[in-house]
């Protein structure tokens, strides 16, 4: 299996290098992505598909809780959500991780022994990614420590916008290196990147930088996921494994909470990047909400009639 | 591994739309049986199952609905602009409330996919009336002088590609002038226009104004020579057009003419590349290819042409070919057996002369009119399959090393109808645009319409413009 850095190593080598790189990929036609973005989103997916389609979203979302005001309690909660999303019906299938602080990590690991589900920790002083290196990579080292499967790095987006894209790289594969086992996503934060060009150079920058998966936005931010930024995604790993037989995982993050703004996405995975992302190692739903919401409509599909949130579990 | 994602089917219901077992012509306001009592059958593209039985008008009919729109045409030409309008914007607005009907009518008398029916058709037919509609008091701005009159009956007549909104192309400028129309609508596909008939008394349309008589191309040709009207506007293949042409020579009759087209879709190497792979799956798949404005020739930079043609070809491996009706499917039926040959015969004459033939693996339908999208690479200007109109699913794609290259090539055709342009570089794309000789151009998209816009064509692909203030040329006295 060919690795990243050699397939790349003279892309990497300067900044002038990367920038030339980065600036000759083909640019993005705005109108034309979020039509084709659209044209998708008209899929109908019935019976079968639709029952496929949400168990299969159930098991790629990182269920999270990024709040000021997490408890250990709170998190021991969405642990046991994660575990059995739905009480009443054992045969739902868990999710792909719980989403914490660092310093939550401990909690959720302990909430989760036993189980396969992952604990993903948000590092790199997230959300605004406004700290020195140091810090930045002893954030990182404290969750692995802590036990994190999954690391969710943003990117310093001052940086980019500035065009100093090799400072991003090298932060990049800096915390992949202190990431250790546990894999890292990228979080670009493409509200603030802006522009369509920005999100595809983003996303070579961190693929380039050894990302394991690459991801939308924070959440915390006016515009998270969209349907047209985590095509663009996926157009870039698509295009990232015909060049180099690596292939990366994405992660729309933020603003999908039903569960026919899920099967919109996993429809774009299935016609962008093709059948191969279709499980939760390669595609995961950064979101809190959106669970009960698709275990409502589970539910429904098996029982024919809608039951209220009053049937899902509050946590 | 994971397991794909197989989409149940999802078919629209038929039942929102009562196709009765037999219709007659509407003339005068009323549904009526032709006068020799012929009839012919209309059958669903995509199955051969036989629709309806419709009455096939002849001259002694075109005589009688000609003189019944030279009878309205007094007293609706004297309506103030305002109160036309009024019936227009009544119109659209029945098209809106009626376009699921209308879109499932379609889609089961054209074999297109419900998709394209229900996004792309229903919703232009009634944005088609709602603009002319806004135009009908407010000819005396239009440019044309204080005024302007209308020119009297108009004989139109219209393709099976798209019914409905060729049908809106014609009428609504015509009936925003003045003027009173008859339409021909095509053999193949007669059901639309006759439920639009129906529109048009329950907008309380008077008698006369406008009247439809479904028939074959003799009706057509007595329509297009009859002494009592006073324009034709024909949308159709150059053949016929031509034929029109020497008919209406030496007449009063003003004549605008909609033809045939070789559209290049010119992709330059700073293209957006992922959108131009959209943007050329749009140009020549859409409505399964037959469109006379389709960019059936790709015009690739020499430099990208492998990395193009890899991605297109992983692009067209994902549409979904099968019953129209169900609203996953891309690629829907040929309109008719005649036309499935026509298409079958030039894409084996582009093998037969040397083009290399590729398609997706996919299974057609057993019964009904089928051809898997295909592609014809290493083609020349040289090759029937980059000159001749296929009206099909079938893209010829040729290479070029620089824009004028591109443009020389773009141009040296018989047709000039529509071009596409893909490049990152505005400056190029206007340096470009000016070089085409086609009534359209696009610039990082295909195949986008809007009633705003006027559309026609240069050389065979005809003259007079459809759409926009220069639509209502076509219509007024001027």
């Known amino acids: 299996m060919p690795t990243t850095a050699n397939a790349f190593a003279d892309v990497t080598a300067s900044d002038s290098t990367l ?96 189980t396969d589900v992952k604990v993903a920790s948000v590092a790199t002083a997230f959300p605004a990614g406004r700290a020195a290196l140091d810090v930045k990579l002893a954030d990182v080292r404290d969750a692995v420590a802590a036990g994190a499967d999954e690391i969710d790095m943003v990117i310093d987006r001052g940086a980019f916008l500035a065009g100093h894209y090799l400072k991003v790289h090298e932060e990049i594969t800096a915390v992949k290196e202190a990431s250790g086992a546990a894999r890292l996503k990228v979080i670009f934060e493409t509200g603030e990147l802006s522009t369509y060009d920005n999100i595809r150079r983003a996303s070579w920058l961190g ?41 990366i995982g994405v992660k729309p993050a933020g603003g999908i909470r ?53 049937y899902v579990t509050v946590d | 591994m994971a397991s794909a994602f197989e989409y149940a089917p999802a078919p629209e219901s038929r039942a929102v739309v009562d196709i009765k077992p037999s219709y007659g012509l509407f003339i005068d306001g009323e ?34 609905a000609v003189a019944a729109a030279r009878k309205a045409f007094e007293k609706w030409s004297a309506l103030p602009g305002a109160e036309r309008a009024k019936y227009l914007f009544r119109i659209a607005r029945l098209v809106q409330e009626r376009s699921r009907e209308l879109a499932v009518l379609e889609t089961l008398d054209n074999g297109k996919p419900i998709k394209e029916t229900r996004d792309v058709d229903l919703p232009l037919v009634a944005a088609h009336f709602f603009y002319y509609a806004g135009w009908a008091d407010k000819l005396d701005h239009a440019g044309y002088g204080a005024n302007p009159r209308p020119l009297g009956v108009a004989g139109q007549v219209i393709p099976w590609n798209f019914p409905l909104l060729m ?81 209406v020579a030496g007449t009063r009759k003003k004549l605008t003419l909609e033809l045939g087209g070789k559209g290049a879709n010119i992709v330059f190497d700073d293209a957006p590349i992922d959108q131009a792979v959209e943007g050329i799956v749009s140009g020549i798949f859409f409505n399964q290819g037959q469109v006379c404005c389709a960019g059936s020739r790709l015009l690739v930079q020499e430099s990208i042409q492998d990395e193009l043609l890899d991605a297109l070809k992983r692009r067209l491996t994902t549409l979904r070919l099968g019953d129209p009706l169900d609203k996953n499917t891309d690629i829907g039926a040929i309109n008719s057996a005649e036309q ?79 071009a596409g342009i893909w490049t990152e570089k505005g400056s190029r794309m206007l340096a470009v645009a000016n070089k085409l000789r086609a009534g359209v151009v696009w610039a990082n998209t295909f195949n986008k319409f809007d009633p705003t816009s006027p559309f026609g064509g240069y050389k065979e692909s005809g003259f007079g413009r459809e759409g926009g203030r220069h639509g209502l040329e076509a219509y007024l006295d001027v």
């Open chain 1, 207 to 247: 693929m380039l930088g050894g990302a394991d998966f690459i991801k939308t936005s924070t959440g915390k931010v006016a515009v998270n996921a969209t349907p047209a930024n985590t095509l663009l995604m996926l157009e870039a790993v698509r295009d990232f494994r015909a060049q180099t037989g690596i292939q």
């Open chain 2, 340 to 418: 499935l040959a026509r298409i079958t015969a030039l894409a084996d004459t582009g093998e037969a002369e040397g083009a290399e033939r590729w398609s997706p693996a996919c299974e057609l339908p057993s019964a009904g009119y089928w051809f898997a999208p295909t592609l014809f690479t290493n083609v020349t200007q040289a090759h029937t399959v980059a000159r001749d109109e296929i009206f099909g699913p079938v893209l010829s794609v040729l290479s070029f090393r620089t824009p004028d290259e591109a443009v020389a090539k773009a141009n040296n055709s018989q047709y000039g109808l529509s």
């Open chain 2, 31 to 64: 549904f009526t049986d032709a006068a020799d009592g012929q009839v012919f059958k209309t059958v669903s593209p995509s199955t051969e199952e036989v629709l309806s039985e419709v009455a096939r008008a002849g001259a002694e009919d075109v005589d009688r």
């Open chain 1, 19 to 114: 920038r030339r790189f980065l600036h000759g990929l083909p640019g993005v036609d705005p109108v034309g992505l979020e039509a084709r973005a659209a044209s998708l989103g008209t899929r109908s997916i019935k019976t079968t598909a639709k029952a496929y389609a949400i168990d299969l979203a159930i098991s790629m979302i990182d269920l999270t809780t990024l709040e000021g005001a997490d408890t250990p309690g709170k998190v021991r909660a969405l642990a046991a959500k994660a575990v059995n999303p739905d009480p009443t019906d054992r045969t739902t299938p868990r999710t792909a991780a719980v989403c914490v602080y660092p310093d939550m990590v401990a909690t959720a690991k302990a909430g989760l022994a036993g």
């Open chain 2, 167 to 247: 049908l809106a192309w014609k009428i609504a400028p015509a009936l925003a002038t003045g003027n009173t129309v008859v339409l021909k609508p095509a053999e193949t596909t007669p059901l639309s226009a006759l439920f639009f008939a129906d529109i048009c008394r329950q907008a309380g349309l008077p008698k006369g104004v406008v009247n439809i008589l479904p028939g074959y191309g003799d009706v057509g040709a007595a329509l297009v020579g009859h002494e009592g009207i006073d324009k034709v506007a024909f949308t159709g293949s150059t053949a016929v057009g031509k034929e029109i042409a020497r008919t």
């Open chain 1, 258 to 310: 039903s569960t026919k703004d899920a099967i919109k996405f996993l429809v774009l995975v299935n016609e962008t990047a093709g059948a191969d992302w279709l499980d939760n190692h390669w595609f995961r739903f950064g979101a809190s909400s959106l669970l009960n919401d698709l275990l409502m409509q589970r539910q429904k599909l098996a029982t024919g009639r809608y039951s209220g949130p009053d």
